[in-house]
């Protein structure tokens, strides 16, 4: 793909630009003077990036986590921020195979009431964090945008920072909810690759690939400040989906320079249904993932979450992680509830706040509770110079 | 001994401080080392990005360990146009910060590069509003003139890619800034070791801000030591005028000897 080609094709096109043979094969062919190569290099493009992928570059993982730590370390110091997920209902209309809240699964379903949310908000806000991130399932019609505002407007009272995991809005819904207080989007494509996310998702309006892969560029051009992506490792060939995840938040990154792109690398967990990963992502497999787009990208935020192991975790925190969540729940109502129902996946992870704290103060890093700072809604904030 | 140049003081927004090294607080492994680095370093001046600032700390909290004689400067960090950027300054102002601020218009996620004129329109308002303002810029002079128009207390035009470490690699267009200038010129980021920011003295900047090559180091206290030491011989330097450099030891004059031959 030249670069003039590449400057004006969107991203659905830019992915399709890599035909399904040609990541295998550029994989296959890398060899160890390339890596050599790369590991001198000072800006890598997307090829070098899928070539610090390839099994070339397994034997030089220890060079490339040292970099990767020294670039995060210069470029986000020593500082980790901390938020924590706050499900707020799993009704769901997708049918999604691998996820515990589809809607084929026979799970008690739940809505918090504003009253709820009120308490889940200063439950969590008694811990010190104050970024927090909100979850639904797809269901519009019952989380609706209107039920989002108005958590929004409680949980604004408690968090400086809120973002958002739901389903795939467009770009004026985005601005509307970035009015209401959202300042953050977690979104994830689960798989890049479109075969198979056709037979991921069966059901329900998650299937439709381009709207959801085309929702991230939406929040970014509504105006969201920070937008994060990523693939569920697992459901596909993990080479191919991190090379796309990087790709994803490389192009983000250069057409929307004004909005924080960060990354999130989620590995399949076991959880209710019964899904078994396509693909064995294996712990160095997560390192080669995480310092390649470290060494590739060297400004993107990169979020660990208690999907993985505490001892994994804190493996991981020195070769480019920037943020982790912590006293994580997928369950809704699950802080005020003790019998609330099934999560959305099992944590593996399950320290509290101040055990986090105890651990990265430990292991000599930061742990960041406030990182944002709310001034106001975006419009107000564009519009207008109020004296 | 101390020279008695290293006690010239730095004079901004008409306040006169006896170091000319600015720190930050961000990138520590943990906020309690800050009262140490401050001592090390003997910084009078200290920033800090009002997003990270909780109000309502039930936690640890970076303003606990700031000394109530250093001057705050609260910097917009998160910015990415001048109305977020005067928006934070009123925010810091209303709640206890003070008056000085450090404008970061920062459009660019990639490089975390400054915009100039969004810097400028920002520097303007918050003047008439009377504030201290010190705005980053990136090292170019005809911006630092218009910020200096508009009233800005100090400029602080950046050595390199903000977190790079990569020293003075702007050094032309400082040189330049330093020469016309009139208020202070603080060197604000990239300098990613002691001798550089003692470079950026002896070119004649009347002050450095270093934050990454300090909290990254192995010893961030022995590091902060170690840029005020070369902050203060780059000073002494500056003051006490360098001889000229000659490229060559030659005594003679081939060009020009003529005039003074015995007929």
Redesign the interface.
Same mark, same amino acid.
Request: glycine share 8%; net charge positive.
């Given at each position: 793909m030249s670069r003039s080609n590449a400057h004006t094709m969107d991203f659905y096109d830019r992915v399709a630009a890599f035909r399904d043979g040609d990541i295998p094969r550029q994989v296959e062919s890398a060899t160890d003077a390339d890596v050599q190569r790369l590991l001198g290099k000072h800006t890598l493009s997307a090829q070098d990036f899928l070539c610090l992928l390839s099994p070339a570059a397994t034997p030089h993982l220890e060079r490339m986590a040292q970099k990767a730590h020294a670039l995060t370390v210069a470029h986000f110091g020593r500082t980790i921020v901390l938020y924590t997920p706050l499900y707020l209902s799993n009704f769901c209309s997708n049918h999604c195979l691998y996820c515990g809240f589809s809607r084929n699964n026979r799970i008690v379903r739940r809505q918090l009431t504003l009253k709820e949310v009120e308490t889940e908000a200063r439950t969590i806000a008694e811990t010190g964090l104050k970024h927090i991130l909100i979850l639904t399932g797809d269901a519009p019609d019952i989380a609706s945008l209107d039920y989002i505002e108005s958590c929004c407007e409680v949980l604004g009272r408690y968090f400086p920072a809120i973002g958002m995991e739901i389903y795939a809005l467009s770009q004026a819904d985005y601005g509307r909810l970035i009015e209401a207080g959202i300042d953050s989007l977690t979104i994830y494509q689960e798989t890049y690759n479109e075969t198979q996310y056709n037979r991921l998702h069966p059901k329900g309006p998650k299937r439709d690939y381009r709207f959801r892969l085309d929702a991230p560029e939406r929040a970014c051009r509504a105006g969201m400040r920070a937008v994060n992506v990523g693939a569920l490792l697992g459901l596909d060939d993990w080479r191919r989906d991190a090379f796309f995840t990087g790709l994803h938040a490389h192009y983000l990154q250069d057409r929307y320079p004004e909005t924080e792109i960060s990354i999130s690398l989620p590995r399949m967990r076991p959880h209710l249904g019964g899904y078994q990963p396509g693909c064995i992502v294996e712990d160095r497999h997560i390192v080669q993932t995480m310092t390649a787009l470290r060494l590739f990208m060297p400004r993107v935020g990169i979020t660990i979450s208690t999907r993985e192991s505490a001892r994994f975790r804190d493996r991981l925190l020195p070769l480019g992680v920037t943020r982790m969540s912590a006293g994580s729940c997928t369950a809704v109502g699950g802080r005020i509830d003790k019998t609330a129902g099934t999560g959305q996946f099992d944590i593996s992870d399950e320290r509290s706040v101040p055990q986090m704290v105890s651990m990265l103060t430990r292991a000599g890093w930061q742990p960041v509770f406030k990182d944002w700072q709310r001034i106001g809604g975006w419009t107000e904030r564009r519009h207008s110079i109020s004296q | 001994m101390n020279s008695i140049h290293s006690m010239d003081s730095l004079t901004i927004g008409g306040h006169a401080f006896d170091s000319r090294l600015l720190i930050g607080t =961000? %990138? +520590? #492994? !943990?906020?309690d080392m800050i009262p140490t680095i401050i001592a090390a370093s003997g910084s009078r001046i200290i920033t800090v990005a009002? *997003?990270?600032?909780?109000f309502e !700390?039930?936690?640890d909290n970076v303003m606990q360990h700031i000394p109530d004689d250093m001057q705050l400067l609260p910097n917009t960090s =998160?910015a990415?146009? !001048?109305?977020?950027a005067? *928006?934070?300054a009123r /925010?810091a102002r209303a709640t206890g910060c003070g008056n000085w601020v450090k404008i970061e218009v920062i #459009?660019? &996620? %990639? +490089? /975390?590069l400054p915009d100039g004129h969004e810097t400028v329109r920002a520097t303007e308002?918050l003047v008439k509003e009377g504030f201290v303002v010190l705005p980053y810029i990136n090292a170019d002079p005809i911006v630092a003139r218009q910020l200096e128009a508009a009233g800005a207390a100090a400029v602080m035009p950046l050595a390199a890619p903000i =977190?790079?470490?990569r020293g003075l690699t702007t050094r032309e267009m400082l040189q330049i800034i330093i020469d016309e200038i009139k208020v202070p010129v603080v060197v604000d980021a990239g300098l990613g070791k002691p001798s550089q920011a003692c470079e950026a003295m002896e070119m004649g900047a009347d002050a450095c801000l270093v934050n990454?090559a300090i !909290? &990254?180091a192995a010893d961030p206290v022995a590091m902060a030591g170690a840029f005020a030491a070369a902050i203060r011989a780059g000073r002494d330097a500056w003051c006490a005028g360098p001889g000229a450099i000659r490229t060559s030891a030659a005594a003679s004059s081939p060009l020009t000897g003529f005039l003074y031959e015995q007929e």
């Open positions: - | =961000g %990138k +520590y #492994p !943990a906020d009002l *997003r990270r600032v909780d !700390a039930t936690t =998160g990415r146009n !001048a109305q977020e005067v *928006r934070i /925010l #459009p660019d &996620s %990639k +490089y /975390l308002i =977190g790079t470490n990454t !909290a &990254s």
